[in-house]
């Protein structure tokens, strides 16, 4: 991982400390519903987004949060609002624009059975490529373009470290990149994401931060009622 000044920062004094974080993906927005690909357009929570950001809360209730960082796109700030008020966290929202999704390209504001009408060989090529090759077909961000903001700004978050768990709410596509970067590819095999409003929980040496966190638990939906899990199950982001 790239050496960001505060790595440094962190790594004095903090022998055998640890910080856990709380991953979240956001609820579920209008696109969401709708299998619009959103990116970096601003959608908000449908009414079920707000419902299972309201359980996801209401599950850390009780949790000593220390802090609570967002992705700056109304879906995400919106369900971190939500989730602070049911955990009863007081403390500022704080959002951190490194956080936010993947630029998509021309996959924009479309969902795909619109991309298929509309150019049936595009699709097809596009799904005949590896992962990796088909943002840069859609000139969307790549990998490396995402992983290297949002590892500066889970950097930036760690060297604010206090003594509770940590809530960090962001997108389904760039949750993915980075855990498949840390972990490897099985963690979320094929096209697979970590639903709407679930938990993945991370836990970092802070003597060494730049090392892999443990993983703790990963896209947990446990906390929604059936109906809201199978909702959160969207794969367009």
Do not use: C
Not at 30 to 37: H, P
Not at 48 to 58: D, F, K, S
Not at 92 to 108: A, F, I, K, N, W
Not at 175 to 196: C, S, W
């Amino acid at each position: 991982m790239p050496p960001y000044t505060n790595l440094t920062r962190m790594r004095s004094g903090q022998a055998n400390k640890q910080q856990k974080i709380i991953l979240i993906r956001h609820g579920q927005s209008t696109a969401n519903a709708s299998g619009v690909w959103q990116g970096q357009l601003d959608f908000p929570l449908s009414e079920e987004g707000r419902l299972q950001a309201a359980y996801t809360g209401r599950a850390l209730a009780g949790t000593k949060i220390s802090g609570v960082y967002v992705s700056p796109l109304s879906r995400a700030f919106e369900t971190a609002e939500i989730v602070a008020r049911e955990a009863g966290f007081s403390g500022e929202v704080v959002p951190m624009p490194g956080l936010m999704e993947r630029h998509g390209g021309t996959l924009q504001g479309h969902t795909w059975a619109e991309q298929e009408a509309r150019n049936p060989a595009f699709a097809e090529k596009f799904l005949s490529l590896p992962e990796e090759e088909r943002w840069a077909l859609v000139a969307a961000e790549t990998d490396e373009e995402i992983l290297v903001r949002f590892k500066k700004a889970i950097y930036e978050i760690l060297s604010r470290s206090q003594a509770g768990p940590i809530v960090v709410v962001s997108h389904g596509g760039i949750i993915r990149a980075f855990l498949r970067h840390v972990f490897g590819p099985e963690v979320l095999p094929d096209t697979e994401r970590t639903p709407n409003a679930s938990i993945t929980r991370l836990l970092w040496e802070l003597s060494k931060p730049e090392s892999t966190p443990q993983l703790l638990e990963l896209a947990s939906t446990r906390h929604l009622p059936q109906e809201e899990t199978r909702q959160a199950r969207t794969p367009s982001d």
